[in-house]
């Protein structure tokens, strides 16, 4: 996951100067994380990866994005990618 979040995840803004340290994921960066962890653990590549996505990344989305805000925060995603891989036991790491 700490690769995911350094390549993928945004931070929030924060009210002073200093970095807010709070992480999370858009539609658009949850996609492309997606892809790859689509690649890596079900190997799916090209095609394959595209016609899984364009059948469950909306599905897994709206049931993550639970305030409808447009983003999820990191700590979520494990639980996303599991979900949306269709395997709750899938090693992440």
């Known amino acids: 996951m700490n690769s995911m979040i350094t390549k993928y995840a945004m ?15 858009n ?6 994380a997606a892809k790859e ?24 989305w709206e049931h993550f994005d639970t305030a409808s805000d447009g983003k999820i925060e990191t700590a979520r995603m494990g639980g996303f990618f ?4 269709a395997n709750m036991q899938i090693n992440l790491h």
């Open 82 to 85: 599991r979900f949306l891989c």
């Open 27 to 32: 539609h658009i960066t949850a996609f492309e």
């Open 37 to 60: 962890i689509l690649e890596t653990h079900l190997g799916l590549k090209g095609k394959a990866n595209d016609d899984y996505l364009d059948q469950y990344f909306e599905k897994t």
């Open 11 to 25: 931070e929030a803004p924060a009210a002073g100067v200093e970095p807010s340290g709070n992480f999370y994921f």
